[in-house]
């Protein structure tokens, strides 16, 4: 028995470092091909500029559309037959869609690894799920803090990366990023042991393998949780609507050109990072999961009312420190809802927690730069802050459900 005890504590330890390392080097690796695909597209025959624009548009497009549907399936499945497989597939399926990638001899074959990328890349939601089943409830926060900032960090490096590998070839950094997955998936076959045993794992529905399904299905078991799923639903859109605007704003309003944004971009990551990485940790201990989640998203509602208000770009760079801090509610979120249900629905959770996000990914660049922004820009420059009131307000209701809702998940239910 001393033996086994001195044990599973180093196995969790090794475990929760593969996973942060899977997660780095994922998004690293998909952050690499960024700044070269738009050159690689017009490379192989696209046509001209606005041809390019077009192809490149659609490559992200169809990404975010088979993420979306890819995520559920993946944490069903990791639900059904464990998370280990899973995890390890992904990492295999993006190593070799990279290479496809590499070798593409023209747009319809990118075309085709961007399609198997987006299916590839759904090993998040397995992996929130394998934290979940390794970690005690009470560090589940902290847990999912630390893999958001490791997300942070690969997606930092990634384009860098990818960047100075394009002076050497436009090819080399989907080299890079298929060398970088299939390493990882190698040392996953060694290292990663399965989380979920045998007798705790669910059965597969054809429910659960759909995005509206697999979100019908959780609130029908947990329907406590219902207004904070309509929170999350909130606090996605408001918050990728209002990071699709600030680069337009900025520009517009301050005349700033790409160095100061990128400061302002680089000292946001820099402190999301920290929060992420160490605040999230203290302050659930501190304030608990739902005090901590219900200030993040108050301070959410603040930072964006500043970027609204901001006279200047001074003001303006103030609301970042708040929003950075906001930052905190989602892994406070993710821990309440990992908390609420059972061992084997946590695969099924997490992979329509990733859907949410996704669709979220593909509506807030539609309706907050084509539509609010561009139609505030058009009634004049005092408006030109609109897309960020409206993000406030879709965030402060969220606040108000997750008040709600946090206190009837804390009654049990009642």
């Known amino acids: 028995m001393p033996a086994a005890t001195a044990q599973e504590p180093r196995a969790r330890a090794g475990a929760m470092v593969f996973i942060l390392i899977t997660v780095v080097l994922d998004n690293l690796a998909l952050g690499l091909i960024v700044p070269v695909l738009p050159k690689l597209i017009g490379s192989l025959g696209a046509g001209g500029a606005g041809r390019t624009a077009l192809l490149f548009g659609a490559f992200a497009a169809v990404f975010a559309v088979m993420q979306f549907l890819a995520a559920p399936v993946q944490g069903a499945l990791s639900d059904r037959f464990g998370r280990r497989p899973v995890i390890l597939a992904s990492n295999a399926g993006l190593g070799l869609d990279y290479l496809i990638m590499a070798i593409a001899p023209n747009v319809s074959w990118l075309f085709v690894g961007r399609l198997i990328s987006g299916v590839a890349a759904g090993s998040g939601p397995a992996a929130y799920a394998y934290l979940a089943d390794v970690t005690p409830a009470d560090r589940r926060a902290a847990n999912f803090g630390l893999v958001m900032a490791a997300q942070a960090i690969g997606a930092a490096l990634g384009p860098a990366v990818g960047g100075a590998l394009s002076v050497i070839d436009l090819r080399a950094p989907f080299w890079a990023a298929a060398a970088l997955s299939l390493a990882n998936f190698a040392y996953g076959l060694f290292v990663l042991p399965e989380s979920l045993a045998k007798e705790r794992r669910s059965r597969l529905r054809f429910g659960h393998l759909n995005p509206f399904g697999a979100l019908v299905g959780i609130i029908r078991a947990h329907p406590e949780l219902a207004l904070m799923v309509v929170t999350a639903f909130l606090l996605s859109l408001g918050s990728q609507g209002a990071n699709n605007v600030v680069v337009l704003y900025a520009g517009y309003r301050y005349r700033w050109g790409p160095a100061e944004i990128g400061v302002l971009l680089t000292v946001f990551a820099v402190l999301s990072l920290a929060v992420q990485g160490g605040a999230v940790s203290f302050a659930a201990k501190r304030f608990g999961e739902r005090g901590s989640m219900i200030g993040g998203l108050a301070l959410n509602v603040i930072g964006l009312a500043v970027f609204?208000?901001?006279?200047?770009?001074?003001?303006?760079?103030?609301?970042?420190?708040?929003?950075?801090?906001?930052?905190?509610?989602?892994?406070?979120?993710?821990?309440?809802?990992?908390?609420?249900?059972?061992?084997?629905?946590?695969?099924?959770?997490?992979?329509?927690?990733?859907?949410?996000?996704?669709?979220?990914?593909?509506?807030?660049?539609?309706?907050?730069?084509?539509?609010?922004?561009?139609?505030?820009?058009?009634?004049?420059?005092?408006?030109?802050?609109?897309?960020?009131?409206?993000?406030?307000?879709?965030?402060?209701?969220?606040?108000?459900?997750?008040?709600?809702?946090?206190?009837?998940?804390?009654?049990?239910?009642?």
């Open 308 to 414: 609204g208000l901001a006279p200047s770009g001074l003001v303006f760079a103030a609301g970042v420190p708040l929003m950075a801090l906001g930052s905190i509610a989602a892994p406070m979120m993710g821990a309440i809802f990992s908390n609420a249900v059972g061992d084997d629905e946590q695969g099924r959770l997490q992979g329509a927690w990733t859907s949410v996000n996704a669709i979220m990914g593909m509506l807030a660049p539609v309706l907050f730069s084509s539509l609010i922004f561009a139609r505030s820009v058009a009634v004049g420059p005092a408006w030109s802050g609109a897309a960020f009131f409206v993000a406030a307000a879709m965030i402060a209701v969220g606040l108000a459900l997750a008040v709600r809702g946090s206190a009837k998940l804390a009654r049990g239910g009642a």
